[in-house]
């Protein structure tokens, strides 16, 4: 099982930046697809961004593309997610999540039941 741990969330203007971090401990961290969800108030958890397990694939929402960056450091067993140009829309908790791989074939999921770690999410919210 692996733990994660997010954080670096808070308040932030409109067009203002922050960087969450996520910490993860358990499992070998380059075996892992990593992957960073987002719930807002009354809708349901959506997929932002996801990275491979050495980092060389990344997919990313529409709704981020070109204002968020996934990243990984496999040698501090830390992910991370860039985000800048923030929107009121981009005001949620975030949620870091992986799943585990037995391969060095890079691997990458954009579904929420793909993933089988959570963090307990970190919020983040974008004022006008």
């Known amino acids: 099982q692996v733990q994660l741990v997010e954080s670096g969330g808070g308040l932030v203007q409109a067009g203002g930046s922050l960087r969450l971090s996520c910490a993860a401990s358990g499992r070998t961290f380059s075996y892992l697809v990593m992957g960073w969800f987002r719930q807002a108030p009354g809708k349901d958890r959506e997929f932002v961004a996801a990275?491979?397990?050495?980092?060389?694939?990344?997919s990313y929402a529409d709704s981020v593309k070109g204002r968020f960056t996934i990243s990984r450091d496999n040698a501090n067993n830390t992910a991370f997610l860039q985000m800048n140009s923030l929107k009121p829309e981009d005001t949620a908790v975030y949620y870091c999540?992986?799943?585990?791989?037995?391969?060095?074939?890079?691997?990458?999921?954009?579904?929420?039941?793909?993933?089988?770690?959570w963090g307990q999410g970190t919020q983040v919210t974008v004022s006008s």
């Open positions: 999540a992986a799943r585990g791989t037995y391969s060095t074939t890079a691997y990458i999921y954009t579904r929420r039941n793909d993933y089988d770690s």
């Open positions: 990275l491979s397990q050495r980092g060389g694939i990344t």
